[in-house]
């Protein structure tokens, strides 16, 4: 799995890892696409399971970094949504062909959830690890006390503790910008099969926030997995198993 670069449409030199889908006509294989959660990578063993799985199936992979994540350029305080939205668009747009199943973690699901309505003729399924659409306004911004909304609105930023690693940056940017890209609070039109897996232990994206989201997506033929005992990561070797049969089971259906 050979890492590579590809410049942006906004000149951002955005890393990635792509397998080409089984050739000759009538194959019926899909593209899989993994789009990462906020301040992770392509190096997560999620991304690499579906991308092992999806080569070894002959369905098409691809992986790649958002600006600022990753081995991809650019500084992480620089990133908004409307940002790695664009690189999210850009990976598929310049790197993909064909049909796609969009694979998202965390911010990730945001993002494949913008993709496919930026792209609807193209992406024909969703998987969705603890979906996080609106996190900016509706997960992050309600949790930071007065002090560290103050701090973000006066000086630009703020530093966030993290459960997986050094604190990062919250800037006043990510948060406005993100508000322009709220979706939950209407109707995402999208028909096609959407599987969601939702730890029920989960502390970074509590699981009505799924919930909220199933209610949203116009698509009758949605599944909601809520694990009692799952966290955020959902990465433990049960939790990929699942993972990994959600998408056989749609790559059957696109």
């Not at 701090?151 to 050094?166: C, D, K, M, N, W």
Request: glycine fraction near 12%.
């Amino acid at each position: 799995m050979t890492m590579d670069h590809y410049t942006s449409p906004q000149g951002r030199r955005l890393a990635f890892r792509r397998a080409a889908p089984a050739p000759g006509p009538g194959t019926g294989k899909a593209t899989f696409v993994w789009l990462c959660g906020f301040k992770s990578d392509m190096s997560g063993s999620k991304a690499e399971a579906v991308f092992n799985w999806a080569e070894a199936s002959g369905h098409g992979a691809l992986l790649f970094d958002y600006s600022g994540h990753g081995a991809s350029g650019g500084r992480f305080e620089d990133g908004t949504i409307s940002a790695w939205r664009e690189d999210a668009i850009a990976a598929i747009d310049g790197l993909s062909e064909g049909k796609l199943v969009l694979v998202g973690s965390s911010m990730g699901g945001w993002m494949a959830l913008l993709a496919a309505l930026a792209r609807p003729e193209r992406v024909r399924a969703l998987v969705l690890i603890a979906p996080a659409p609106d996190f900016t306004e509706k997960l992050m911004w309600p949790e930071f006390t007065p002090e560290q909304q103050a701090e973000i609105l006066q000086e630009g930023f703020t530093l966030r503790p993290s459960a997986y690693g050094e604190p990062y940056p919250i800037t006043r940017a990510l948060i406005e910008d993100g508000r322009q890209w709220s979706i939950l609070d209407g109707e995402i039109a999208f028909g096609g099969p959407v599987r969601i897996l939702q730890g029920m232990q989960d502390a970074d994206v509590p699981w009505g926030h799924a919930l909220a989201l199933a209610s949203s997506l116009t698509s009758d033929d949605l599944v909601l997995t809520l694990i009692k005992d799952g966290d955020h990561r959902l990465s433990r070797d049960e939790d990929i198993a699942r993972l990994l049969a959600v998408c056989g089971e749609v790559a059957g259906r696109v």
